[in-house]
């Protein structure tokens, strides 16, 4: 569980995961997403069942309806992502939207408050080394990345349709 917060702008941070990761951060934002309108208590059958409430990136994104309305963002654009690539809509995906589109989720502002506040670092403390989260996600992203290719059975990276990020190093060819 966690919010790879690449860049800060949602739409640029889903063209960053990699085809691989989309699919498992569309499934975590959604479960998130879903946490934290549990914790407004909003409940609806199309949200998941309550899981991971308190970990930070899930406390994150209730505690503002900027980071909640952030996560919705990353959510959407990592679907898109995946649609434009040929893939269907992620099941998570066509389960949730059309709930984060009504008026009873947006009312949450009044509940949530509207102040910004970087998103937590969930990862080890070597990739805190800089005052950007997005800077310490995209090292911590690397590493990730890195470690997945020098498994085994390395499992591929693959940006179908887009350029790999500019900040990605990967230490095997891609």
Known sequence: ???FYLDPCPQRSALWHNDRHEVKMILESGQMLSA???RHGIEDDRLYKLTHKNHPSTLWAGDSFQHFEWLTELFFWLNKQRTARGKPS???FDRLWKLMTTDV???LVDAMGDTWTPPPLCMPDEFKTDVSPSRCYRN???AKCNEWLSRDKPL???YTGR???YWLQLENSR
């Open 1 to 3: 569980m966690n919010i």
């Open 36 to 38: 934290v309108l549990h």
């Open 90 to 92: 992620h099941k998570t």
């Open 105 to 107: 989720v947006w009312d």
């Open 140 to 142: 911590y992203y690397t």
């Open 156 to 158: 591929k990276i693959e």
């Open 163 to 165: 350029d790999f990020p």
